[in-house]
């Protein structure tokens, strides 16, 4: 360990940082590691009454008390574990630098993520979703088919704003996205989103092979913040749920596809997920849902 394991951690935490950096991670992710190795560095300042804190602090007992702090004080469990992941990419670094010998961290397990149920609309929502043609403008109609292609293939926000005109088969009703890890998969598109679709390319007026199959009033590609704002706008209209955004129509694809009786393997590759378990929190929300049903039909439930 030698003189490196004596330096402050506050020092080490520099060095870091723009390791960070150099693997070109964003701000925003470089600043949560900082958040939360500070955090960490102000435990050990505690533990050491207020003395400097220093490498050879960064013990697998100091940590496992750190994470009890934090779940005493009711931090969420997806927080203690961003924190804990933190910590250990710090402590290899430490590792790395010769600040520590071995990894603390090694053996060390965050508390399991609760699992939430994902929101979806329900039936009636989604018929007050769809009601009325949508207007004819072609802002309107672009609108419309974005929420219709949406709700009929579950892909991915950044799978719908990446499609470009050539990734559609209007007249087989297919659509080819490009998924997570670059896994290329086909998907099924229903009438009402194609008839939505071929509406909206009719008004377009910019002509151009490979254009993007959804722009901004510019005539570039629409982004997924562009996205994110028309059917959060929208959702909120028909809606009281407070997650409102892209992955709700996502949600709801999957949750009526399964309460219709699909098979769960089958809305496994329509939705592109590598692990069927992804796809089974899905059967927990149609079983809640049964639940649900029971209670107000059965007289003695």
């Known amino acids: 360990m030698g003189r490196a394991g004596r330096r402050p951690v506050g020092e080490h935490l520099t060095g870091f940082l723009g390791e960070l950096r150099s693997r070109g991670l964003s701000t925003h ?13 102000s435990f050990l300042r505690d533990l050491r009454r207020d003395e400097t804190p220093v490498a050879r602090d960064v013990t697998p007992k100091a940590i496992r008390r750190f994470v009890a702090s934090l779940s005493a004080a009711r931090y969420a469990r997806r927080t203690v574990q961003r924190r804990l992941a933190s910590v250990r990419s ?13 990894d603390p961290t090694v053996g060390l397990s965050a508390p399991r993520p609760e699992k939430r149920l994902p929101s979806f609309l ?7 979703l769809f009601a009325g043609d949508g207007g004819s403008s072609e802002r309107e109609l672009r609108d419309r088919a974005i929420l219709e292609l949406f709700y009929s293939t579950g892909i991915r926000l950044s799978e719908l704003a990446g499609l470009s ?4 088969d209007l007249d087989g009703r297919l659509v080819r996205v490009l998924g997570k890890g670059d896994r290329e ?12 679709v071929r509406r909206y390319l009719r008004k377009r007026t910019d002509e ?8 901004n009033a510019r005539g ?13 706008k929208r959702l909120e ?32 590759e329509l939705l592109g997920h590598a692990s069927l378990s992804s796809t089974q929190i899905y059967t927990h929300v149609t079983t809640a849902r049964l639940k649900e049903i029971y209670k107000k039909a059965h007289p003695r439930a």
């Not at 998969?185 to 939505?196: L, M, Q, Y």
């Not at 809606?239 to 496994?268: C, I, K, N, W, Y």
Request: hydrophobic share 40%; with cysteine; aromatic share 6%.
């Open 185 to 196: 998969r086909v998907v099924p598109v229903g009438r009402a989103a194609v008839d939505a």
């Open 208 to 215: 151009g092979r490979g254009r993007p199959l959804f722009t």
């Open 90 to 102: 710090f402590c290899r670094y430490l590792v790395s630098h010769d600040a520590l010998d071995r």
């Open 29 to 41: 992710t470089i600043s949560a590691y900082r958040r939360d190795v500070l955090q960490f560095e």
């Open 237 to 268: 209209q028909v809606s009281e749920a407070r997650q409102l955004s892209p992955h709700v129509l996502r949600h709801t694809f999957a949750t009526h596809m399964l309460d219709a009786g699909a098979d769960l393997r089958a809305v496994q």
């Open 122 to 128: 329900r039936r009636r929502e989604v018929e007050r």
């Open 165 to 168: 005109e050539e990734n559609l």
């Open 220 to 232: 570039g590609r629409l982004s997924t913040r562009g996205i994110q704002r028309i059917v959060k």
